[in-house]
């Protein structure tokens, strides 16, 4: 289990620094990340189902400019590791698989606190190396953009082994101790979060002609992730 987490904290470095301070080629969007710990804990199919709904989730909260939206990718480190885990114990049932995506919605919250706080050094950062090259020190730009990206890097990989850690916990010790009555409950909501996350997107369009395509593809959307659920 430990290379896993080590795998984990490595790839989950890589999606943090994707996530702002690099590259930004959508490595850190939920349904990869939630794919790539899914299939570091055994089973990438339970991993893309959430993280298919959870990109619905947050679809529409991207990190442009000040703006610090929840932080999805740590969500969806936390339910792919989860739903991989639960999976082969659980089999991952409608209550299992509506819990963990609940659940996911705290993490990404705690990690939009992890996130602001992470600016804020870097901000320091920032200034420090205005201030060296004010004086003449050349080299303070290179100096801060490696540190920053550093920091990055740390603390994803950080973020990731702790939220990844939280749901192999949550998948061995809370969710097989639901009873049947939890389950049933918990799975009532399953067909709904989806719909959830598709009205969350279709409230940031503009364009009311786009809408048989939206929904089109909601549809579909909607289809893979029973099938995965199921295939699961």
């Known amino acids: 289990m430990a290379w896993r987490f ?3 904290g490595f790839l989950g470095g890589l999606c943090y620094l994707d996530r702002t301070a690099a590259c930004q080629v959508m490595l850190h969007r939920p349904l990869v ?3 790539l710990m899914g299939a570091v804990f055994g089973n990438s ?4 189902a959430v993280g298919a709904v959870l990109e619905l989730f947050y679809l529409a909260r ?3 400019g000040a703006s610090v939206p929840p932080d999805d990718t740590g969500a969806a480190a936390f339910a792919g590791a989860a739903a991989a885990v639960a999976a082969p114990s659980t089999g991952l049932d409608g209550g299992s698989f509506t819990a963990v995506l609940l659940l996911a919605v705290f993490f990404a919250e705690t990690g939009r606190v992890a996130d602001r706080f992470v600016r804020k050094i870097n901000g320091r950062i920032a200034h420090i190396t205005l201030e060296s090259v004010e004086k003449g020190d050349l080299q303070a730009v290179e100096h801060g953009l490696q540190a920053g990206l550093t920091l990055f890097a740390l603390s994803g990989v950080i973020l990731s082994l ?4 939280a749901g ?3 998948a061995k010790y809370l969710l097989p101790n639901f009873g049947p009555g939890s389950r049933m409950e918990f ?6 979060l989806p719909l959830l996350g598709a009205a969350s997107v279709y409230s940031c369009s503009r364009t009311e002609r786009t809408a048989a395509v939206f929904f089109l593809t909601m549809a579909m959307v909607f289809g893979i992730t029973l099938f995965l659920r199921w295939a699961g």
């Open 187 to 192: 799975s009532v909501l399953q067909p709904v």
């Open 168 to 170: 192999v916990s949550v």
């Open 6 to 8: 080590l795998l984990a």
């Open 162 to 165: 702790a939220f990844t850690g």
């Open 45 to 48: 199919s339970a991993g893309a």
């Open 62 to 64: 991207l990190p442009v």
């Open 33 to 35: 990340v939630a794919t």
